[in-house]
T-cell receptor, first 113, second 111 residues
C-alpha cells in the first residue's frame, strides 16, 4: 500500500501566486485532514473532511481552500500565497474517529518569497 | 479547546538509560491518543495508539500509558539507543475527528 501520498515534496512560490498541494490515500479512509507545522507552534489543523463532499475548517483556515470530490483525494489550495504560509504541510487520513490510528503523508515543504 | 502539553521540551540522556516522556491534555473526552516519532526534515511515524478505554500499549522497547481521567500519558523507552534520537509527538483525537498535538519532546541519546 502506498498509504498517504503528498505532492510535491518541495515548492517555492512568489507572493501572490496560487497553487494546489495534492494529497491522495489508497486505504479507503473516510476522514482526511491538512496540518501545518511551524517551529515553536507544533502541528495545527487547517481543514478537514469527514467524507466526500463534506469539509470543515480547523484552527488556521484563512488563506486556504479545500474540496473533497472523491474519497481518495483531498487537495489544499493556496489562493494567493503569503510569506506567512511558509511552512511544512502534512496530509493525514484515518478510517473512523473512534478506533483507528491516523496516517500521515511525508509532507510538503513550502517556501513563499 | 483541547490543549496538549509535552514536558520536557528537550532532553539528553546517555545511551542505555530509560527515557520517560510526558504528555498532558486538558479535555478528557478523547477517542484515542497516539504517539509519533519525527526525524529532522521527515514526516510522522506512528509509534503507539492507545484507545480511550485502554490503560497502556506496548511495542518492543516502547510502552505508553494513558490516564484519561487525569489527562495524562507517558511514553517509556527502555534502554535508549542513539537511533532513538528524534522528536516525539503526542496527539489526542477528539471532537469531530480533530487531532490536537503537543509541541514535542526533542530527544538526544548520547553514545
Amino acid at each position: 500500500n502506498a498509504g498517504v501520498t503528498q505532492t510535491p515534496k518541495f515548492q517555492v512560490l512568489k507572493t501572490g501566486q496560487s497553487m494546489t498541494l495534492q494529497c491522495a490515500q489508497d486505504m479507503n479512509h473516510e476522514y482526511m485532514s491538512w496540518y501545518r507545522q511551524d517551529p515553536g507552534m507544533g502541528l495545527r489543523l487547517i481543514h478537514y473532511s469527514v467524507g466526500a463532499g463534506i469539509t470543515d475548517q480547523g484552527e488556521v483556515p484563512n488563506g486556504y481552500n479545500v474540496s473533497r470530490s472523491t474519497t481518495e483525494d483531498f487537495p489544499l489550495r493556496l489562493l494567493s500565497a503569503a510569506p506567512s504560509q511558509t511552512s511544512v504541510y502534512f496530509c493525514a487520513s484515518n478510517r473512523a474517529r473512534t478506533s483507528t490510528e491516523v496516517f500521515f503523508g511525508q509532507g510538503t515543504r513550502l517556501t513563499v518569497v | 479547546k483541547q490543549e496538549v502539553t509535552q514536558i520536557p521540551a528537550a532532553l539528553s540522556v546517555p545511551e542505555g538509560e530509560n527515557l520517560v516522556l510526558n504528555c498532558s491534555f486538558t479535555d478528557s473526552a478523547i477517542y484515542n491518543l497516539q504517539w509519533f516519532r519525527q526525524d529532522p526534515g521527515k514526516g510522522l511515524t506512528s509509534l503507539l495508539l492507545i484507545q480511550s478505554s485502554q490503560r497502556e500499549q506496548t511495542s518492543g522497547r516502547l510502552n505508553a500509558s494513558l490516564d484519561k481521567s487525569s489527562g495524562r500519558s507517558t511514553l517509556y523507552i527502555a534502554a535508549s539507543q542513539p537511533g532513538d534520537s528524534a522528536t516525539y509527538l503526542c496527539a489526542v483525537l477528539y471532537g469531530n475527528n480533530r487531532l490536537a498535538f503537543g509541541k514535542g519532546n526533542q530527544v538526544v541519546v548520547i553514545p
